[in-house]
Structure formats: structure tokens, C-alpha cells
């Protein structure tokens, strides 16, 4: 049967642990162990400066288990953050959670995303920016670090009100920091996948006690509901059900759920 242990490691180096601990401590009663002894940049950096040779979810499980390398633990937590431009418009943060349990075999993955409103800021003068550094809450933090492109190079960790104190020769163009630490818009999104994952490692298969049992896409393999009027096949994909990764035990929690809108029925509503 899994228990969380009263120690879990973690392997950061942008401070995320003032995310996760916290969550971590309150739902499972767990204490993070920290550690920064790893470059996890080695790994690849979200502004690709260095190329990121696994994807997101692989990234993560590695960390986690460099986490318990680097501790002696058995338990260990990786993370890993992408950003992705959503149509050029919005910025849309990934982040994934990777919990590793070495003596139970378990690797469990963690996500959550959403937008966070900022971007690329150019300015003809000192109005200009003062305007634009204002357009929303995640902007006018003063947490909100960004970087500043001077003498053909990106300074990084720039503070807003330095931004607004200093006198740049204009037009000047300044870029989000989007490093964890330097990010309230991303630590809410890192929160986010904390939560998934306390659901995750919460979640007990009813018939083989396994955890991770929350509602998932059956890998290459969407159904579609029956429609409520002929009970043909509709175009309405079938939402997902709890399915354990371990016995394969699948439940369906949505039992109102189970006809599909003759609305999306080729037949009814051709
Ligand atoms: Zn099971
Ligand atoms: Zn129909």
C-alpha cells in the first residue's frame, strides 16, 4: 500500500521549492528536502539557449530521480516548465510535476497549464513604458523581474522599478524573466500542478489500492458518446474516465454522461 514519506526530495534550482513545500506540507504531511546540487540547466533551459534533448515529462521524471540520488531518499520530486506562444498572442506556461517512489517502482506525472499575460515590450520613451508596464496586475508587479537588451546582450533579473528610475537611450525593448523565481504569473501555474499532483498521489484505485487513479485519455484511443435520440455514434468524444495504471480498472464518473447531444449526431443534425 503507498504512503508518502515523511521526507520527499526535490531538485530545483530556480527556488520553486517556495511553491511546492508549502502544498506538499499542508496535504501530505510531508517535509521537502531541497536540494540545488545538480545543474538541472545541463538538462536544456526553457529559452532553448541549451537544447533540451528529453521532452518536458521525461525532463521531470529525471529530476526526480537525481532528486533521491542526490539525498538518499526514496521519494523525490522533478519539475520541468515550457512556454509556448499561443497563436503569437498569448503566452501559455506548462508546467509538470514528475513524483518518483524508487523502492515502489512508481513514476507519477503531474500538469498544469495557463496563459500568463506577458510578453515582448518595446517603448519609444519613458511614457511609453511607464504605460505598458502597467497594463495588468502580472506586469506591474514588482516581482515581475524582466531583461533588458543593452550592448548586445540580454541583463537578466531586471527590477521594475529600476526600469522606471533609470534613464535608457530609447527606443528600448524589454522581455519578461520568465526564471520561476522571477515570475508570479508562473508560480501560480507551478501551484497548479502541485495540486494535480496531491490529487494524483491522493487517488486510490478501488480495486488494486494503486495511486494515480484520476480521470485520463485512454492513450491512441478516443471514443465517442452514442447519440440520445438513434444511438449512433455522435462527434462527442467521451469524457475521460478514472483508469489505474496498474490493474487497468477503468470507471466512468460521469453517469449523466452517457448519451451523447443529438446536436453533434451526423444523422439527427446532419
Ligand atoms: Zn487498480
Ligand atoms: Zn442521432
Keep these: 500500500m503507498f504512503t508518502v514519506n515523511k521526507q520527499i526530495a526535490f531538485l530545483t534550482k530556480h527556488d520553486k521549492q517556495h511553491q511546492i513545500a508549502p502544498i506538499i506540507n499542508t496535504e501530505l504531511n510531508a517535509e521537502i528536502i531541497h536540494t540545488d546540487k545538480f545543474d538541472t540547466d545541463k538538462l536544456g533551459t526553457f529559452d532553448h539557449k541549451i537544447q533540451r534533448k528529453l521532452r518536458a515529462d521525461e525532463a521531470a521524471i529525471k529530476k526526480a530521480y537525481l532528486a533521491c540520488e542526490l539525498t538518499n531518499l526514496n521519494q523525490g520530486i522533478g519539475s520541468e516548465g515550457s512556454f509556448n506562444s499561443f497563436m503569437g498572442l498569448s503566452l501559455v506556461d506548462q508546467e509538470i510535476i514528475a513524483f518518483v517512489d524508487i523502492e515502489r517502482k512508481l513514476e ?8 500568463v499575460p506577458l510578453g515582448l515590450i518595446e517603448a519609444k520613451n519613458s511614457e511609453e513604458l511607464k504605460r505598458k508596464l502597467n497594463t495588468n496586475s502580472y506586469i506591474s508587479s514588482n516581482s515581475q523581474r524582466w ?9 537578466k533579473g531586471v527590477k521594475r522599478n529600476s526600469l522606471l528610475a533609470e534613464e535608457y537611450a530609447f527606443p528600448i525593448k524589454i522581455e519578461p ?5 522571477h515570475c508570479p504569473a508562473r508560480q501560480e501555474v507551478i501551484k497548479l500542478a502541485t495540486q494535480d499532483l496531491i490529487k494524483r498521489l491522493t487517488s486510490f484505485c478501488p480495486q488494486c489500492n494503486q495511486i494515480n487513479f484520476v480521470e485520463k485519455i485512454k492513450p ?7 447519440c440520445e435520440i438513434c444511438s449512433l455514434p455522435t462527434n462527442q468524444p467521451k469524457p475521460p474516465s478514472c483508469i ?3 490493474c487497468g480498472y477503468t470507471e466512468s464518473n460521469s453517469d449523466n454522461q452517457n448519451k451523447g447531444s443529438a446536436f453533434y449526431c451526423n444523422y439527427c443534425n446532419p
Excluded: F, G, H, T
Design 108 to 115: 507519477i506525472v503531474a500538469m498544469a497549464q495557463q496563459s
Design 147 to 155: 531583461m533588458i537588451w543593452l550592448n548586445n546582450q540580454w541583463n
Design 177 to 181: 524573466d520568465l526564471r520561476a523565481m
Design 220 to 226: 491512441n484511443q478516443i471514443e465517442y458518446l452514442a
Design 244 to 246: 489505474c495504471d496498474e
